[in-house]
Nanobody, 121 residues
Framework: QLVESGGGLVQAGGSLRLSCAAS????????MAWFRQTPGARRAFVGY????????YYAESVKGRFSISRDNAENTLYLQMNNLKPEDTAVYYC????????????????WGQGTQVTVSS
């Protein structure tokens, strides 16, 4: 089970840190990713972190502002979001898959329930 937390309302230019706590499985066995979804749209890739090393990769829209990390001892994934913009408003989901990290939603087997992030202008 994956459970996201840390969402909320923030002004443009502000920061938030999302957490994704895992239970029942160890995140160090999985590549982990963040996606986000706005109403009427499919989930969009935000970034991922590889299973075996701390290699990360980000969507162009968040590169340089967002950072993914993992704490295997705490069995938790993080998404640090800085310099937030109104267009970052979405429900954010964490996801896990075995094997290498990928950018497509359909390749992830396990999902959290999502946490809402709202950025006001």
């Amino acid at each position: 089970q994956l459970v996201e937390s840390g969402g909320g309302l923030v002004q443009a230019g502000g920061s938030l840190r999302l957490s994704c706590a895992a239970s029942g499985r160890s995140i160090n066995n999985y590549a982990m990713a963040w996606f986000r979804q706005t109403p009427g749209a499919r989930r969009a890739f935000v970034g991922y972190i590889e299973r075996t090393d701390p290699t990360t990769y980000y969507a162009e829209s968040v590169k340089g502002r967002f950072s993914i990390s993992r704490d295997n001892a705490e069995n938790t994934l993080y998404l640090q979001m800085n310099n937030l913009k109104p267009e970052d408003t979405a429900v954010y989901y964490c996801a896990a898959r075995g094997g290498v990290a990928l950018t497509t939603e359909g390749n992830y087997n396990f999902w959290g329930q999502g946490t809402q992030v709202t950025v006001s202008s």
